[in-house]
């Protein structure tokens, strides 16, 4: 598959060089930094320096080591939840758009009221049935990012089945199910995985308002949200401690949003590459596997 044009590579390559720094730092700060919850008094609310190069929180923990295991945490309640939503998200969005009659209604009416309820509401009901933590929240992210993709992928399959090649592969006399995976599929996955991209960092952002809030990760387990509240008595006295998990959310966010962004272009063969204005076309891409050239 031939890369995109610039308009699509640029945020590929910045999503990239945004994230990798973070997910390195997740995966092998843990191996060489100190234990993230040991308490040293003695060394509360240092500031950065080459022992402690975040500084040290008002027990003395490591800040670095934190935001490190805080990652963690924060990937994997969004990756859980992201993969949830596009298991259940893609199922819903499929049968929606490709169903007709009372099992669209059905569908359709139950995402309606799913998409009525705040994140937040959703989020204390499922904290008082299911207690604090991180199933609470990685269920409540994933009954909204089903919401969402399903939405999505209704409109993508609505679409796409009265379009010609799906037509086309009607009239021949291929099944149902051959015409469903090997036609409408592939055609719909592009703007599927980049939407789930950007979804990851949306993802992550929640789960750090729902920690900031005290609802997901709990202390002494460290949390990038939860960094950001025992940092707010500190802002003028340690802003290093505000500063480090707000960085971090910010360019994990940006990353993710860059990412999608270029990927959504990269599977989209309809994307013009210098497009001016008035959609004149500067230049010549290649996108995908055939070749189509604009």
């Not at 191996?31 to 008094?41: H, K, T, Y």
């Not at 295991?69 to 924060?74: D, M, W």
């Not at 049968?95 to 309606?112: C, F, K, N, P, V």
């Amino acid at each position: 598959m031939n890369f995109p044009c610039s308009s699509a590579r640029r945020p590929v390559l910045m999503g990239v060089v945004l994230l990798m720094p973070i997910v390195i730092l997740i995966i092998l700060g843990p191996l060489f930094l100190p234990n993230p919850l040991e308490v040293n008094v003695e060394n509360a609310l240092q500031k950065p320096s080459l022992e402690h190069p975040l500084g040290t929180d008002v027990l003395g923990r490591d800040n670095l080591s934190r935001l490190c295991y805080g990652g963690r945490h924060s990937f994997f309640i969004s990756l859980a939840a992201l993969a949830g939503s596009l298991l259940c998200g893609v199922g819903m969005g499929f049968l929606s758009g490709w169903l007709e009659g009372w099992g669209r209604e059905i569908i359709d009416r139950i995402l309606e009221v799913v998409m009525c309820i705040p994140g937040i509401i959703l989020a204390l009901i499922l904290v008082t049935f299911l207690g604090k933590g991180e199933t609470s929240i990685v269920v409540a992210l994933t009954v909204g990012g089903t919401v969402y993709m399903a939405r999505m992928v209704r409109g993508l399959v609505r679409l796409n089945k009265g379009a010609g090649y799906i037509l086309a592969a009607q009239v021949s006399g291929l099944p149902k199910w051959r015409i469903i995976g090997f036609h409408l599929l592939p055609n719909i996955s592009g703007p599927i995985f980049g939407y789930a991209v950007v979804l990851a960092g949306v993802n992550i952002m929640a789960e750090s308002g729902f920690s900031f809030l005290g609802l997901s990760v709990q202390p002494p387990e460290p949390s990038w949200g939860f960094m950001l509240y025992q940092s707010r008595n500190y802002l003028t006295t340690a802003p290093w401690l505000a500063l480090a998990p707000g960085t971090a959310i910010f360019i994990t966010v940006l990353g993710f949003n860059l990412l999608g962004d270029g990927l959504r272009g990269w599977f989209d063969p309809t994307r013009k590459c210098g497009a001016g204005v008035g959609g004149r076309t500067i230049g010549q891409c290649t996108f995908g596997r055939q070749g189509v050239k604009y």
